[in-house]
């Protein structure tokens, strides 16, 4: 029995978005959702927080997928509550009381597995999850025009535009749906705000560069994933620089966007080194991505800024 088959013993179900949902999390939402409704479950998608959708690809994305996600103040009755891209307890997920809860999760995970929770932190984005579970069951994703939409923006803002794509299954994953939509170019093209504009122009206006090792440090806090991987296209541009590392902070620990302009110091090496032993990187020679898990760093380097633990490891990386 596949994990999506166990959970239509529950005839009620409530889906739940982390606060603010992205892209990936919309996707993966709508996923489930689409395999419960088949099998004739009463379901619904929620999220909750201190906001309510306002970006501009999100909305235009709810309404050509057609994604019936409601935001609530409170639970609706149900019989599960089943979180999607989050996992319960974690700050960036409004905490609703439930007698049944499960998890569909892609990031480092916070608690002991269970058989209802679904926690892999080897894939990139939430949606390739959902597709492999939906496989699983028979599904043919790619005859829902919708929904593989919907999977492929998710995993296209959860890579970097699909620049940091290196995971097997994620790569399976776009291959597979890969298709000419229209709708797909549009959302692409909008996927950037104007505060997201601003919070690049910011990042990049303070950007660290070490001059003995020449390698640019932005940091971009609370910054878009899609757009970090913008500022590391535009910051290797600059003539000294050998190694570009952006990093935005998200919930499990910080994302890392590489880029490399010398053969000496690949971007999937810098990228392997960078997360070694405290979360997990990869990619391709000139551009890659990664992770590193705030909780490894919380053990591994008490107190220190994340700053000082990139420019520490880099020392050693950019001898």
Same mark, same amino acid.
């Given at each position: 029995?596949?994990?999506?088959n166990?959970?239509?013993?529950?005839?009620?179900?409530?889906?739940?978005?982390?606060?603010?949902? &992205?892209? $990936?999390?919309?996707a993966? @939402?709508?996923?489930?959702?689409?395999?419960?409704?088949?099998?004739?479950?009463?379901?619904?998608? !929620?999220?909750?927080?201190?906001y309510?959708?306002?970006?501009?690809?999100?909305? /235009?994305?709810?309404?050509?997928?057609?994604?019936?996600?409601?935001?609530?103040?409170?639970?609706?009755?149900?019989?599960?509550?089943?979180?999607?891209?989050?996992?319960?307890?974690?700050?960036?997920?409004?905490?609703?009381?439930? &007698?049944?809860?499960?998890?569909?999760?892609?990031?480092?995970?916070?608690?002991?597995?269970?058989?209802?929770?679904?926690?892999?932190?080897? /894939?990139?984005?939430?949606?390739?999850?959902?597709?492999?579970?939906?496989k699983?069951?028979?599904? $043919?994703?790619? @005859?829902?025009?919708?929904?593989?939409?919907?999977?492929?923006?998710?995993l296209?803002?959860?890579?970097?535009?699909?620049?940091?794509?290196?995971?097997?299954? &994620?790569?399976?994953m776009?291959?597979?749906?890969?298709?000419?939509?229209?709708?797909?170019?549009?959302?692409?093209?909008?996927?950037?705000?104007?505060?997201?504009?601003?919070i690049?122009?910011?990042?990049? /206006?303070?950007?660290?560069?070490?001059?003995?090792?020449? /390698?640019?440090?932005?940091?971009?806090?609370?910054?878009?994933?899609?757009?970090?991987? !913008?500022?590391?296209?535009?910051?290797?541009?600059?003539?000294?620089?050998?190694?570009?590392? @952006?990093?935005t $902070?998200?919930?499990?620990?910080?994302?890392?966007?590489?880029?490399?302009a010398?053969?000496?110091?690949?971007?999937?090496?810098? @990228?392997?080194?960078?997360?070694?032993? *405290?979360?997990?990187g990869?990619?391709?020679?000139?551009?890659?991505?990664g992770? *590193?898990?705030?909780?490894? *760093?919380?053990?591994?380097?008490?107190?220190?800024? !994340?700053?000082?633990? !990139?420019?520490?490891?880099?020392?050693?990386?950019m001898?």
């Amino acid at each position: 029995m596949g994990f999506l088959n166990q959970l239509l013993k529950y005839k009620n179900i409530c889906i739940q978005c982390h606060n603010s949902p &992205d892209a $990936d999390a919309l996707a993966a @939402a709508y996923g489930v959702y689409t395999y419960l409704k088949l099998h004739d479950i009463n379901v619904s998608i !929620i999220y909750s927080g201190d906001y309510e959708i306002q970006k501009k690809d999100l909305l /235009y994305m709810i309404d050509i997928c057609e994604i019936p996600v409601a935001y609530v103040k409170e639970l609706p009755k149900t019989d599960l509550l089943l979180l999607v891209d989050g996992q319960y307890g974690r700050g960036n997920v409004y905490r609703f009381e439930a &007698d049944n809860i499960a998890m569909i999760d892609h990031h480092m995970p916070s608690m002991k597995k269970t058989e209802n929770a679904f926690i892999d932190y080897s /894939y990139q984005s939430c949606s390739t999850i959902v597709w492999e579970l939906l496989k699983e069951e028979g599904y $043919d994703v790619k @005859a829902n025009e919708k929904l593989s939409i919907a999977f492929l923006y998710g995993l296209y803002t959860d890579t970097s535009s699909y620049v940091d794509l290196y995971k097997k299954h &994620d790569i399976a994953m776009r291959d597979e749906l890969s298709k000419d939509y229209p709708e797909l170019e549009r959302l692409k093209k909008s996927s950037m705000s104007l505060e997201d504009l601003m919070i690049a122009g910011e990042a990049l /206006y303070h950007a660290y560069f070490d001059k003995e090792k020449q /390698y640019l440090l932005i940091s971009a806090m609370h910054c878009e994933q899609s757009v970090l991987g !913008i500022i590391g296209d535009m910051a290797i541009k600059v003539d000294v620089a050998k190694v570009s590392i @952006a990093y935005t $902070d998200i919930d499990s620990g910080y994302q890392v966007s590489i880029r490399s302009a010398d053969r000496e110091y690949l971007a999937n090496e810098v @990228a392997e080194k960078l997360c070694d032993g *405290i979360g997990s990187g990869g990619g391709h020679i000139d551009k890659a991505g990664g992770v *590193i898990s705030r909780d490894c *760093i919380c053990e591994s380097y008490a107190g220190w800024e !994340i700053a000082d633990i !990139i420019k520490e490891r880099m020392e050693k990386i950019m001898k």
